[in-house]
């Protein structure tokens, strides 16, 4: 082999044939068009024969050709465009929009002079647009649709939905508290069960816990009540001694309770209020037996007051309480159970503050009272209040003042005054406190509400027993708008027959036996057969003694009849008669007496019957 040297050669179909040997050279070879021309031509010809011998012309995927001078000229462009002056580019955009703006503009174009601020107001407008998309609107309230909810004649006095929307509880002066669940309910919005856990006390609270399972039950009692979902007793609190003066040795309430809530963090942790003037907060797991902490309020003159209306922080450590000398009182367990870490004393004026609650976000307090007005606090600034509402007269000492979800609005309700047939909630802004929007409920008073973060949904306790639901068909999700849809069926009863028969309906009449199509005939028949309904005992009609009439009217009668005779005395016979009619059985069969003395019975002397001798005459005494 010569080293150095390259040598080509060509593959064709007919490799004896067609081949060519290239001698090898020094150097490659020499490029130009009439080579390639030739190469293109065997090219074409290869292809040929390949599609002539196995069908197809060309293997795999073209290779792409590139035209290299057009890519240069590409190049160069963007390179111009890039090195250009900016206010070159400002002329070629004006003149772009420009030439756009003449193609699409349909008649004559509208003189500067008459619209000078066109250019500008659109993109006002846009960015309006665009604020409102991006910032909903803050004081929105689901109010567009409604449904009723039942519950009772009398006035409902305590609404609680559980954290995830699913249930509704609701108590009532009637004693009564009903449970609503919204995934089985239909459009008819009927209550799965109704009780009295406290017997024949008002339901003042109730309030579901934070995961939902349990529900506290404030009553008028001294005794607070929890119940699981379905409504069955879990615990209930101990009740204190009411002799002792110190209310800190008791281990429970002594007098009825007017408030109580579940803590927001501590899952197993609630508190009551009583008019015993405490506070006690409880255990779950303990059992109720004794309570774990307790607040003694006192008034100005240093005797206690009763806390009318009470609520955890959102951190669950500190606790306001609203008192009936209209003062309000905070409680800090890590500072002190002693004093009240903040307090101011004339909140309101004298009377039941009806209701106190938090805000969900920032420093804020919001208190109802029986004074007709609402109020609102800054906890950090704990002297004056921010803002005041008046004129709003409440009935009620458990009227609601709430917050919506965002915080953005405040709202109450009111009861009727005199001559009044029309029952508000009232809506306010929390910034300023004006009213933005007001609902007509119904013909009664307006007493407790709650608005659902989670349903959006407002629900509102009316002095007639209903539960009005509000809600949006938009921005409303499950709860309500679950059921409201649901289309109520009376359920079909299938009267089936009490007893399979044989059909023969060709079987003489002697035979035959009536079809029966329901079973209601033969339970007629049954229930006049005193063995087949179990009829009990009819009363007596005559007689003394009860059922022992039916046998005389002694108890010795009744002895006689049922156990000592075998058969029956008339009541109209002799008994001396009926007795000597077995002296003969009895001397012939002794049966009881002769045989138990046969052994011991002395020998008879005389037979005879001894003469009668007359008593010797009394002496008189002289």
Same mark, same amino acid.
Request: aromatic letters at 8%.
């Given at each position: 082999?010569?080293?150095?040297?390259?040598?080509?050669?060509?593959?064709?179909?007919?490799?004896?044939?067609?081949?060519?040997?290239?001698?090898?050279?020094?150097?490659?070879?020499?490029?130009?068009?009439?080579?390639?021309?030739?190469?293109?031509?065997?090219?074409?010809?290869?292809?040929?024969?390949?599609?002539? +011998?196995?069908?197809?012309?060309?293997?795999?995927?073209?290779?792409?050709?590139?035209?290299?001078?057009?890519? #240069?000229?590409?190049?160069?462009?963007?390179?111009?465009?890039?090195?250009?002056?900016?206010?070159?580019?400002?002329?070629?955009?004006?003149?772009?929009?420009?030439?756009?703006?003449?193609?699409?503009?349909?008649?004559?174009?509208?003189?500067?002079?008459?619209?000078? $601020?066109?250019?500008?107001?659109?993109?006002?407008?846009?960015?309006?647009?665009?604020?409102?998309?991006?910032?909903?609107?803050?004081?929105?309230?689901?109010?567009?649709?409604?449904?009723?909810?039942?519950?009772?004649?009398?006035?409902?006095?305590?609404?609680?939905?559980?954290?995830?929307?699913?249930?509704?509880?609701?108590?009532?002066?009637?004693?009564?508290?009903?449970?609503?669940?919204?995934?089985?309910?239909?459009?008819?919005?009927?209550?799965?069960?109704?009780?009295?856990?406290?017997?024949?006390?008002?339901?003042?609270?109730?309030?579901?816990?934070?995961?939902?399972?349990?529900?506290?039950?404030?009553?008028?009692?001294?005794?607070?009540?929890?119940?699981?979902?379905?409504?069955?007793?879990?615990?209930?609190?101990?009740?204190?001694?009411?002799?002792?003066?110190?209310?800190?040795?008791?281990?429970?309430?002594? $007098?009825?309770?007017?408030?109580?809530?579940?803590?927001?963090?501590?899952?197993?942790?609630?508190?009551?209020?009583?008019?015993?003037?405490? +506070?006690?907060?409880?255990?779950?797991?303990?059992?109720?037996?004794?309570?774990?902490?307790?607040?003694?309020?006192?008034?100005?003159?240093?005797?206690?007051?009763?806390?009318?209306?009470?609520?955890?922080?959102?951190?669950?450590?500190?606790?306001?309480?609203?008192?009936?000398?209209?003062?309000?009182?905070?409680?800090?367990?890590?500072?002190?159970?002693?004093?009240?870490?903040?307090?101011?004393?004339?909140?309101?004026?004298?009377?039941?503050?009806?209701?106190?609650?938090?805000?969900?976000?920032?420093?804020?307090?919001?208190?109802?009272?029986?004074?007709?007005? #609402?109020?609102?606090?800054?906890?950090?600034?704990?002297?004056?209040?921010?803002?005041?509402?008046?004129?709003?007269?409440?009935?009620?000492?458990?009227?609601?003042?709430?917050?919506?979800?965002?915080?953005?609005?405040?709202?109450?309700?009111?009861?009727?005054?005199?001559?009044?047939?029309?029952?508000?909630?009232?809506?306010?802004?929390?910034?300023?406190?004006?009213?933005?929007?007001?609902?007509?409920?119904?013909?009664?008073?307006?007493?407790?509400?709650?608005?659902?973060?989670?349903?959006?949904?407002?629900?509102?306790?009316?002095?007639?027993?209903?539960?009005?639901?509000?809600?949006?068909?938009?921005?409303?999700?499950?709860?309500?708008?679950?059921?409201?849809?649901?289309?109520?069926?009376?359920?079909?009863?299938?009267?089936?027959?009490?007893?399979?028969?044989?059909?023969?309906?060709?079987?003489?009449?002697?035979?035959?036996?009536?079809?029966?199509?329901?079973?209601?005939?033969?339970?007629?028949?049954?229930?006049?057969?005193?063995?087949?309904?179990?009829?009990?005992?009819?009363?007596?009609?005559?007689?003394?003694?009860?059922? +022992?009439?039916?046998?005389?009217?002694?108890?010795?009668?009744?002895?006689?009849?049922?156990?000592?005779?075998?058969?029956?005395?008339?009541?109209?016979?002799?008994?001396?008669?009926?007795?000597?009619?077995?002296?003969?059985?009895?001397?012939?069969?002794?049966?009881?007496?002769?045989?138990?003395?046969?052994?011991?019975?002395?020998?008879? +002397?005389?037979?005879?019957?001894?003469?009668?001798?007359?008593?010797?005459?009394?002496?008189?005494?002289?």
């Amino acid at each position: 082999m010569n080293k150095g040297k390259i040598s080509f050669g060509k593959i064709s179909t007919n490799f004896g044939e067609n081949a060519e040997k290239i001698e090898a050279s020094g150097s490659i070879g020499t490029f130009g068009p009439p080579k390639a021309m030739e190469l293109l031509e065997d090219d074409s010809k290869e292809r040929e024969q390949i599609k002539e +011998v196995m069908g197809i012309s060309s293997f795999g995927k073209k290779a792409k050709n590139f035209d290299v001078q057009e890519m #240069m000229e590409q190049v160069k462009a963007t390179a111009r465009e890039i090195t250009k002056p900016p206010e070159e580019q400002q002329d070629e955009a004006s003149e772009d929009s420009d030439s756009d703006s003449e193609d699409d503009l349909i008649g004559p174009p509208i003189p500067p002079d008459l619209n000078p $601020a066109a250019s500008s107001q659109p993109s006002k407008s846009q960015s309006s647009d665009s604020e409102e998309e991006e910032e909903p609107n803050k004081l929105f309230i689901p109010c567009t649709s409604e449904v009723i909810m039942t519950h009772g004649n009398k006035a409902v006095t305590a609404v609680s939905v559980d954290p995830s929307g699913a249930r509704l509880a609701s108590g009532s002066v009637d004693y009564d508290v009903s449970f609503w669940d919204f995934a089985g309910m239909d459009s008819s919005m009927r209550s799965f069960r109704t009780l009295q856990p406290a017997e024949n006390h008002p339901i003042r609270y109730l309030n579901y816990s934070g995961t939902g399972d349990l529900l506290l039950v404030i009553s008028g009692a001294s005794q607070a009540k929890v119940l699981d979902r379905d409504g069955f007793e879990q615990l209930e609190t101990v009740k204190g001694d009411m002799y002792i003066t110190d209310q800190a040795q008791t281990k429970g309430h002594t $007098a009825g309770l007017l408030a109580g809530c579940w803590n927001p963090l501590i899952k197993e942790e609630f508190l009551t209020t009583s008019a015993d003037g405490t +506070v006690r907060t409880w255990d779950f797991y303990e059992g109720g037996k004794n309570h774990k902490s307790i607040i003694k309020c006192r008034a100005q003159n240093g005797l206690k007051v009763s806390p009318t209306a009470v609520t955890y922080g959102r951190d669950g450590k500190v606790i306001a309480c609203g008192c009936v000398d209209g003062s309000l009182q905070l409680w800090d367990f890590r500072k002190s159970s002693v004093a009240p870490a903040s307090q101011i004393r004339k909140a309101h004026l004298p009377g039941e503050v009806t209701s106190i609650r938090f805000s969900n976000v920032g420093n804020n307090l919001l208190t109802r009272s029986c004074d007709e007005t #609402m109020k609102l606090w800054d906890v950090r600034n704990f002297k004056k209040s921010l803002f005041e509402v008046g004129d709003l007269f409440t009935r009620y000492d458990t009227t609601d003042a709430i917050f919506s979800p965002n915080d953005a609005i405040v709202a109450t309700g009111v009861s009727l005054r005199k001559n009044e047939t029309s029952g508000y909630i009232y809506f306010y802004d929390s910034t300023n406190f004006t009213q933005i929007h007001k609902i007509l409920i119904t013909n009664s008073h307006t007493i407790k509400l709650l608005w659902h973060p989670k349903l959006n949904q407002i629900f509102v306790g009316t002095g007639n027993g209903m539960i009005k639901c509000f809600y949006d068909q938009k921005k409303s999700l499950r709860g309500a708008t679950l059921c409201a849809v649901k289309v109520h069926r009376k359920a079909q009863h299938s009267e089936i027959v009490s007893s399979q028969q044989v059909i023969t309906p060709h079987a003489l009449p002697l035979f035959r036996q009536e079809r029966r199509k329901t079973s209601r005939k033969q339970m007629e028949k049954d229930r006049l057969d005193p063995v087949k309904s179990r009829r009990p005992d009819l009363p007596i009609t005559s007689g003394q003694g009860g059922r +022992v009439a039916s046998s005389g009217g002694t108890l010795s009668s009744y002895v006689i009849r049922n156990l000592g005779l075998s058969k029956r005395v008339d009541d109209d016979q002799d008994p001396r008669e009926a007795i000597l009619k077995y002296a003969k059985e009895a001397a012939e069969n002794p049966y009881w007496i002769t045989p138990a003395y046969a052994k011991t019975q002395p020998e008879v +002397v005389a037979k005879g019957k001894a003469p009668l001798e007359e008593p010797p005459e009394k002496k008189t005494k002289k």
